[in-house]
């Protein structure tokens, strides 16, 4: 299904190149003061068109909210937040019904859904489509408690860990008609402990189910993550050094029992490389029935993890969002 959540739930809507795309927003609690401007700083780290390793393609991303809202404040009823495609080449595409690319959604999307799905730009497989994923962070974010800041970091490109040299990773892998992948740092300060549910609605549930939702994501992991499999528990406890549960260390990442602790939340992400990419790869083509070489056109990223970072504090802030409703 496009929806996520009980009491903050959220529908995602709409097509790379169809007419618009956008996410409906069910549970936002009535008097939040929110105007288009509230959407722009969000929006602008997602947009592309801006930088080397970013889509060429250029949209205005102007969000229209066309229910929910009046005289600058939420009223109870659904919010929805939409945009407008205007930039789209979809010729760019026509090729792939029959050559999807490999590592897409192409080839799935067309046998899930009997080839009735849109090819256009990926459709609603896009990344395009997490704009509504930010739109709804960015009122997740609101609805949040006092002092709850959430942050994130590019920490690494290309499977090199220093910022100073990522620029140029970028720059190579595009002169070579290729791509790379990224790993993301996000943080979530100032959250209050007994948030989250045992099991089925730990907050690593959530949280992980939203961040596996953003295209391209192929990691998650909680504090230490991966690396505490290789301590000694006397390695990896956090120590309680207060009446009030601070620790000594954050390795749990924040999260005990699937509940918030009151430490930050940290987390890691791994973003892989775009799959469409313009260096020929031979890969099957149904048209021929046998493998022949794929040159991909059209306007994509060479590192999507780039313009993820925002997405990614988007999707913690919802899980969040319905947390702090439901309790």
Do not use: W
Request: with cysteine; aromatic share 6%; charged share 20%.
């Amino acid at each position: 299904m496009n929806s996520f959540g009980q009491n903050f739930r959220i529908t995602i809507f709409g097509e790379s190149h169809g007419e618009a795309l956008g996410v409906v927003i069910d549970g936002v609690p009535a008097g939040i003061a929110l105007g288009v401007d509230d959407f722009a700083a969000d929006l602008a780290r997602r947009r592309g068109g801006g930088g080397a390793g970013t889509t060429p393609r250029r949209e205005a991303d102007t969000p229209e909210i066309v229910s929910g809202l009046f005289n600058g404040h939420t009223t109870g009823a659904p919010l929805t937040i939409m945009f407008r495609n205007s930039n789209t080449r979809s010729g760019d595409y026509a090729n792939l019904v029959d050559h999807p690319r490999p590592s897409h959604a192409d080839l799935v999307a067309a046998r899930k859904f009997q080839g009735h799905n849109d090819p256009r730009g990926g459709g609603h497989f896009s990344g395009r489509v997490t704009l509504g994923l930010v739109a709804a962070g960015v009122v997740a974010k609101k609805m949040l408690p006092p002092g709850i800041t959430i942050s994130s970091e590019i920490v690494e490109i290309g499977g090199c860990r220093e910022p100073e040299r990522f620029e140029q990773i970028i720059a190579e892998a595009m002169s070579d008609g290729d791509s790379v992948g990224g790993v993301i740092t996000g943080r979530a300060a100032g959250v209050q402990a007994g948030l989250g549910e045992p099991f089925f609605d730990s907050v690593e549930s959530l949280a992980a189910h939203l961040l596996f939702s953003i295209p391209a994501v192929k990691g998650v992991e909680f504090g230490r993550g991966f690396e505490s499999a290789r301590l000694r528990g006397s390695q990896n406890n956090d120590p309680i050094v207060d009446a009030n549960g601070a620790t000594a260390s954050n390795n749990d990442g924040g999260i005990n029992g699937g509940i918030t602790n009151g430490n930050d939340i940290t987390f890691r992400v791994a973003i892989k490389p775009t799959a469409s990419i313009s260096r020929p790869q031979e890969t099957f083509n149904f048209a021929l029935q046998r493998v022949a070489p794929l040159s991909i056109i059209g306007r994509h990223d060479a590192c999507i993890a780039l313009r993820a970072a925002v997405v990614v504090e988007a999707a913690l802030a919802i899980a969040l969002a319905d947390l702090n409703i439901i309790r």
